[in-house]
């Protein structure tokens, strides 16, 4: 392993950065220039790499966040980005850096947890990790109560235009957790990692109800990922600013709080992004759901 070096913590180092966010490419195409050449990469986000020379060719990254569950905090740490560059693998190293994680934060930590696809089911128990089933939430429109409401003025947001993207800052600074029953506090970055790449083209504001939504429509269905905002919302009176005539199923990308019965609730099944635990949390709702824009 000497021919490969460790390091960690290098936002601040241009070099190592824009390797990492070229291996990112590679890997997952993705493109994290975007979101830290706006100031978006702050110390809830660690990167931890091997580099041969210059160049990162592996790198897990660690995610600090509190999980609000039923009301209690819990200190979370989420591992995301885990990647090899192609001709580096299968030398052990991403195993290497989730030892190194696990290590490093497993007393310090409620939970560690991470999403992974079915190509890397069987990597990560060997680090203590748990499979965890998550769940789908929906509610059809039918089932809405009709509200009053005064004249919506929905504007969509542009997070190269400066004032939205202060206004997403503020938001994303300020939010409370989008769900009492199970949310996120201190994931800022995450959060504007989405507005600026993932769904630049689907985040609005709703100026009367001061609330920042990430919503997608298709054909009869409203796909709802996020309401961000700095106050308790009415969730049915948000719904009613968004759903429109041939609306007929709204899908919740969160545990949606309501006291509505009519919520629909059902394990998620086939999906292609797992849940994995370490340890596993008893206390966890039995109808689990992480805010999809959590996900690291």
Known sequence: MSEYQFISDYKQIKKYKESFNELAKLVFNLDFKGWYDKGCWNDNYICYSYIAGDKVIANASVNKMVIICNGKE???????????????????????????????????????YLFANHTVRDFYPKFGFEKVKESRFSLKTSDLKKQVLYKSTIRKLDSNNQADFELMKEFAAERIPVSSTFGVKNNEHLLLF????????ATYYIEEEDTIVIVKKEENKLHIFDIISKKSVDLERILNHLVSANTEIIDFYFIPDSNSENIHTEILTGNDDTLFVRPFMKDMPTHLLFPFTSHA
């Open 74 to 112: 819990y200190k979370a740490l989420q591992v995301g980005t885990v990647m090899t560059h192609p001709d580096y693998r299968h030398k052990g190293l991403a195993a290497r850096l989730m030892n190194t994680i696990v290590e490093k934060y497993e007393k310090g930590y409620d939970f560690i």
């Open 194 to 201: 989405y507005f600026i790449l993932f769904f630049k083209d």
